[in-house]
């Protein structure tokens, strides 16, 4: 239980309870610049090491449709951290590299592995790995739950715009002008 916050859950722009939360309902190891934080630490880029849970990195709309995925089949929520151009979500220590292995999935797996949290500058959670009514965590997916709604999601953002999805036949003419743009609007060599 966490011992020091004195309001839940951490508000985005309040670094100490944010410290507090990692250090002491998740009991992760904090680190910057490779020294460890203390509790009460700001200001800072923020690391922890991946030893109690596995990050999956992802471009930013192929983890957002990830995240729809797997929300609206009732798996989440999934805690995840946002950046402008990904999003990371946290899966079971140890699970996280059965979705290793397309060139747009990085798995951040064991204690060595760092991922950066807010309050670091550009990160910040979209859903946090605690429970928003009570300090407790949430539980992390098996890799293995998610494996279906990350490859539909590459699927589907690494199709050309106007084309059908495999499955659902021939492809349709793409709009004119519109050049090439796969489905979840990404521009080709952009």
């Not at 797997?70 to 990904?86: D, F, N, R, W």
């Not at 859903?127 to 739950?145: I, Y």
């Not at 003419?173 to 080709?188: E, I, Y």
């Amino acid at each position: 239980m966490m011992r020091t916050a004195t309001a839940w859950p951490p508000r985005a722009g309040d670094h100490t309870s944010l410290v507090r939360a990692y250090a002491d309902l998740l009991d992760w190891r904090l680190v910057v610049d490779d020294g460890e934080v203390s509790a009460g630490f700001e200001n800072a880029v923020i690391h922890t090491g991946c030893a109690g849970f596995d990050a999956v990195a992802l471009p930013r709309p192929v983890g957002n449709q990830v995240l729809i995925r797997l929300e609206s089949g009732g798996l989440g929520p999934v805690p995840s951290l946002i950046t402008a151009a990904q999003v990371t979500f946290l899966v079971q220590a140890g699970t996280g590299t059965v979705l290793g292995g397309p060139p747009d999935v990085v798995v951040f797996s064991g204690s060595k592995a760092r991922l950066v949290l807010p309050p670091s500058p550009g990160v910040r959670w979209d859903t946090p790995p605690w429970s928003p009514a009570r300090p407790e965590p949430l539980a992390l997916l098996d890799g293995e739950q998610v494996r279906t709604a990350v490859l539909d999601a590459l699927r589907l953002c690494n199709r050309p715009r106007g084309t059908a999805p495999p499955s659902a036949g021939a492809p349709t003419a793409r709009s004119a002008g519109a050049g090439p743009q796969d489905s979840c609007g990404w521009r080709a060599g952009g």
